[in-house]
């Protein structure tokens, strides 16, 4: 039996009015190496799991049998919280068990992916990992939206973490009319701008009264970040999933300057870096 190699990208949820229905696929990758092995072993520089309990074996765990295949994994996604690196994990564990089980990639892609979304619990990160580009999740399935060229993306990504289930466990059960109605508005404006490339209208819906406000008090130096991402020279910004990273929108031009106006105003607890999205989503090939 041959090995799989499986490369997927990072992603941001949410986007500002879209709880748990909007994501975007962004050019930073987790990549995980499975190979038919007498034991079990798994091997990386990240600080995670090299057992069993680590996310992306309990996925390939769905499918294939871990106790004889030999891991190794590799990735550019920030562990701090916010940028999908568990929808990665999971996504890539379930696609390299179906390839290694003999599964056409492009069937296995979308087997992976209803297996992330109930792994995960919701299927904003896990849609936009696997498609690429822009998610919105409908009842019957993911639609894909390309970004516009001329947008691009800052990421502040706080050294210090914030547990999902804590993020999860600040939001009500419910909400006032009124803030629903807001979001409805503010993520029309967003497709919009999507669908028409204008950035002008892009940045008039990034605005959110669902969960960035009940969410301030655990991460109040990337709260006070997305009030002041204008003066930094961007866009617009908005909490990136969860949470504590910032996702700064920005024209390209401007991607240089909103770089170092974000390092100085974060230096000393934050991680600045520039990243591109990515209309490619999760990849597989044999290693022969």
């Known amino acids: ?78 562990l701090s919280g916010g940028l999908g690196s568990s929808a990665a994990a999971r ?20 087997a992976a992916l209803a297996i992330a979304i109930e792994l995960e619990g919701h299927a904003d990160n896990a849609s936009a990992a696997v498609l690429g ?7 019957d399935g993911a639609l894909t939206l390309t970004v516009p060229q001329r947008l691009g993306f800052v990421i502040v990504a706080p050294h210090e973490a914030v547990e999902t289930s804590k993020a999860r466990a600040a939001l009500p059960a419910s909400v006032p009319m009124a803030d629903a109605a807001f ?17 002008e ?30 003066e930094l020279g961007a866009l617009d910004a908005t909490i990136s999933g969860a949470g504590p990273t ?16 974000a390092k100085e105003q974060t230096r000393g607890w934050a991680d600045v870096f520039a990243v591109d999205p990515s209309d490619r989503g999760a990849e597989a090939a044999l290693i022969t």
């Not at 580009?133 to 009842?139: C, D, N, Q, T, Y």
């Not at 409805?184 to 490339?197: E, K």
């Not at 910032?246 to 106006?261: M, Q, S």
């Open 1 to 78: 039996m041959p090995g799989v190699r499986v490369r997927v990208p990072a992603s941001s949820a949410n986007l500002g009015p879209g709880f748990d229905v909007l994501a975007v696929a962004l050019d930073r990758w987790l990549e995980l190496e499975v190979v038919p092995a007498r034991e079990f072993s798994f091997t990386t520089d990240l600080d995670v799991p090299r057992d069993g309990t680590n996310i992306a074996v309990e996925a390939f765990a769905r499918v294939g049998d871990p106790g004889h295949a030999a891991f190794t994994m590799r990735s550019e996604i920030p």
């Open 246 to 261: 910032v996702l700064l929108w920005c024209e390209r031009d401007a991607i240089p300057g909103v770089v170092e106006a």
């Open 201 to 230: 209208l892009l940045a008039r819906g990034l605005g959110d009264r669902l969960h960035q406000p009940y969410r301030a008090h655990l991460y109040p130096r990337s709260t006070d970040l997305v009030a002041n991402a204008k």
């Open 183 to 199: 979001n409805v508005g503010q993520a029309m404006a967003l497709a919009a701008g999507l669908a028409s490339r204008d950035l």
């Open 133 to 139: 580009g822009v998610s919105v999740e409908l009842p």
């Open 91 to 110: 996504v890539a564990g379930a696609f390299a068990a179906l390839v290694m089980g003999g599964e056409e990639p492009r069937e296995a892609r979308h």
